[in-house]
């Protein structure tokens, strides 16, 4: 199987060939760990989950090796801490445990490698002399700054030139920059905020430095694939590709980039300072996380996503209908399979994750036939197939009675299916009152009956 990904450096789909398939290297941008990620910091956790799950899938679990970082020395950090009169490492401890917990609820995988900025700070110092000593760089009032102009490259990535860069970045003006667009690769640290030591004074570093010596130290020197936001294009991956490059002379830092476009709250840009932003932490008190899940990988990964209640609402009924066919299917064992073809090929053309899961429900519909018709063969088959294609993606891996019944407990479960199946009877003898009535009892008991064509299941509202 051929994998196509879209390489935000060749501006184009290109055929997947890993430098070294018994080591798949991918690096992705994580999180800053100062408070809860929102909605839209998740949308880049799903997308190259998939990847991860899809890489190790065609070459194998044990070859696949994906690190993303934690920032875990940033002024939001250091601005949180000093509020609280705590250490930094309280704050980031806090939300990088809340930040896996939330992860884990939109079951993404935890990545091989977790590299952590203040864990790197030997490399960092050493990454950034190589680029002193080289003439990529230059110390100037205790911070030390990337030299854009020495880069001929600069600006390849995100295909603009210099000037227009600086135009539409926020690009900090000081006076002892050489040029506007140069960087801090390092700074001191202001009164009271953590530091370390350096040839060039106690501070730390700039943001960017980080993510490339984090890449050479867990990865290597020129990685397979390097992925975050569209957002993260420039400056950051921009600057990560130009000072990895000069620091050792290489031709390529990342042979692939991929990035994910923006998610929207219903039509406009999300933001803190107009009060739309969602946060999982809180919206996981009521809403599955698979149903989150579901509703950013409903669009393609490379498109804007438009966050509504509607597509959450699309998500869940999306869900409760694959969930349904296992659950009236579920006195047969699942047979054995591989994922269906369908989703494979959808998957490895960059990733098509709408074409992806419409796949499912071909296997759903066949399940719903198989149940209806007894054929117990045939039930086994497509249910193994939607499980194992399910599984690529990372859904429908929760019990479906569970998915369903939600807290209820043993008593009120006895209580519903005699109720349902004393519908059943009324039905068939064509009481359609004492069967109307008996919905009406299922509904104040806050539960909804869902009729298919193999029978009636039922759920908890929400």
């Known amino acids: 199987m051929t994998i196509k990904l879209y390489d935000t450096m060749a501006r184009e789909k290109r055929d997947f060939a890993p430098a070294d398939p018994s080591r798949v290297t991918m690096y992705v941008c994580g999180p800053t760990v100062y408070n809860h990620a929102h909605i839209g910091n998740f949308r880049p956790v799903v997308v190259f989950d998939v990847l991860f799950r899809l890489l190790r899938h065609v070459y194998g679990e044990d070859a696949v090796v994906y690190a993303r970082n934690v920032t875990d020395v940033d002024d939001k950090i250091n601005a949180k801490a000093t509020a609280e009169g705590v250490a930094i490492k309280v704050i980031t401890e806090r939300y990088l445990a809340a930040y896996h917990q ?6 993404a995988l935890r990545p ?13 110092v050493e990454m950034i002399g190589q680029l002193v000593d080289n003439g990529s760089a230059y110390a100037a009032e205790g911070h030390v700054l990337f030299d854009t102009q020495a880069f001929a ?10 000037d227009d860069m600086i135009a539409g970045a926020r690009v900090e003006v000081a006076p002892y920059k050489r040029h506007p667009a140069d960087f801090v690769l390092w700074k001191p640290s202001k009164e009271n905020e953590p530091e370390w030591d350096s040839p060039w004074g106690a501070g730390r570093p700039g943001w960017h430095i980080e993510c490339s010596a984090m890449i050479d130290k867990a990865l290597g020197r020129t990685i ?22 000069c620091a050792h002379d290489q031709p390529v830092l990342a042979n692939y980039w991929l990035h994910n476009g923006f998610l929207d709250m219903s039509g406009e840009k999300m933001s803190k300072s107009l009060g739309n932003v969602i946060i999982p932490h809180e919206l996981l008190k009521t809403t599955p996380g698979e149903v989150i899940r579901w509703a950013l990988l409903s669009g393609h990964y490379r498109q804007p996503l438009d966050w509504t209640p509607e597509l959450v609402e699309q998500s869940k009924k999306a869900l409760d209908r694959l969930y349904g066919a296992l659950r ?17 090929t ?23 036939r198989a149940v209806t018709a007894g054929d117990e063969p045939a039930i086994a088959a497509n249910k193994g197939r939607l499980l194992a294609s399910a599984g690529v993606l990372g859904f429908l891996q929760a019990d479906p009675d569970a998915w369903f019944e939600g807290d209820a407990d043993d008593d009120l479960k006895a209580k519903v299916e005699d109720l349902l199946k004393r519908r059943v009877e009324a039905r068939t003898a064509k009481d359609w009152t004492a069967a109307d009535a008996i919905r009406a009892e ?6 909804v009956v869902m ?9 908890m509202k929400d």
Do not use: C
Request: aromatic share 4%.
């Open 442 to 447: 299922l509904d104040g008991l806050g539960v």
């Open 346 to 368: 959808a998957l490895s053309d960059d990733l098509n994750t709408p074409l992806a899961v419409s796949g499912f429900f071909e296997l759903s519909s066949a399940i719903e």
């Open 112 to 124: 091989t490698l977790e590299p952590k900025a203040t864990e790197h700070m030997g490399p960092i």
């Open 451 to 459: 009729d298919g064509p193999a029978g009636a299941t039922w759920r």
């Open 328 to 344: 009236r299917a579920k006195t047969v064992e699942a047979g054995e399979s591989e994922p269906s073809d369908e989703v494979l």
């Open 102 to 107: 939330d992860a884990d609820a939109l079951l």
């Open 224 to 245: 397979d694939i390097h992925g975050g936001g569209i957002d993260l294009t420039f400056p950051h991956h921009e600057n990560e590709l130009a000072q990895s490059r």
């Open 153 to 162: 490259d600069y600006g390849q990535l995100s295909g603009r030139d210099l």
